[in-house]
T-cell receptor, first 112, second 110 residues
Framework: SQTIHQWPATLVQPVGSPLSLECTVE??????LYWYRQAAGRGLQLLFY??????ISSEVPQNLSASRPQDRQFILSSKKLLLSDSGFYLC???????????FGAGTRLSVL | QKEVEQDPGPLSVPEGAIVSLNCTYS??????FMWYRQYSRKGPELLMY????GNKEDGRFTAQVDKSSKYISLFIRDSQPSDSATYLC??????????FGGGTRLMVKP
């Protein structure tokens, strides 16, 4: 069966520090991968999605970037965190021919 | 206007009640409809998936889609305290992108 791993679960970082969140999927090949941000009490905002290695589409201009160095690995990064980057970050995957997305457990990021 | 609207709640009901959660959407191209359940500080998990109009039942959960009025519903029968969570509706056309509602927080009191 397919599983998605996301870490760390919780992260507290100072303003101006770098960020690296990692997401990996097991049990499937060539998945579509997604990064979302969820602000407190609000819906999911799609940040990036990828349909293959090295292929990244950005939905929202911001302080963040994404990379997909391997088929089942998706990384969310920032060179310098802002206070406004605080939130709950979720990674998700889907089979390319299907539109059902499956989510990881999320990373709660607090920028202080 | 958001593409998918959902009352944020909170919706508080006694244990055993029938719960009705609803979303409206504006894009008539949406054909696929999903409900996700999200417990506090966890990732969303897929509950129900339906295509086009009609009903789909799974245990205590029933998903209903009315494309003519662009209205999506999730009914929970015999609600339990363990059903307390935020429920997100999501829609999609034939592509891979999902459009989410803002979520409704449900509290089922014992």
């Amino acid at each position: 069966s397919q599983t998605i791993h996301q870490w760390p679960a919780t992260l507290v970082q100072p303003v101006g520090s770098p960020l690296s969140l990692e997401c990996t999927v097991e049990g499937t090949s060539n998945p579509n991968l997604y990064w979302y941000r969820q602000a407190a009490g609000r819906g999911l905002q799609l940040l990036f999605y990828s349909v293959g290695i090295g292929q990244i589409s950005s939905e929202v201009p911001q302080n963040l970037s994404a990379s997909r160095p391997q088929d089942r690995q998706f990384i969310l990064s920032s060179k310098k965190l802002l206070l406004s980057d605080s939130g709950f970050y979720l990674c998700a995957w889907s089979v390319p021919s299907k539109n059902i997305q499956y989510f990881g457990a999320g990373t709660r990021l607090s920028v202080l | 206007q958001k593409e998918v609207e959902q009352d944020p709640g909170p919706l508080s009901v006694p244990e055993g009640a029938i719960v009705s959660l609803n979303c409206t959407y504006s894009n008539s191209a949406f054909q696929y409809f999903m409900w996700y359940r999200q417990y506090s500080r966890k990732g969303p998990e897929l509950l129900m998936y339906t295509y086009s109009s009609g009903n789909k039942e799974d245990g205590r959960f029933t998903a209903q889609v009315d494309k003519s009025s662009k209205y999506i519903s999730l009914f929970i029968r015999d609600s339990q305290p363990s059903d307390s969570a935020t429920y997100l509706c999501a829609t999609s056309n034939a592509g891979n992108m999902l459009t989410f509602g803002g979520g409704t927080r449900l509290m089922v009191k014992p």
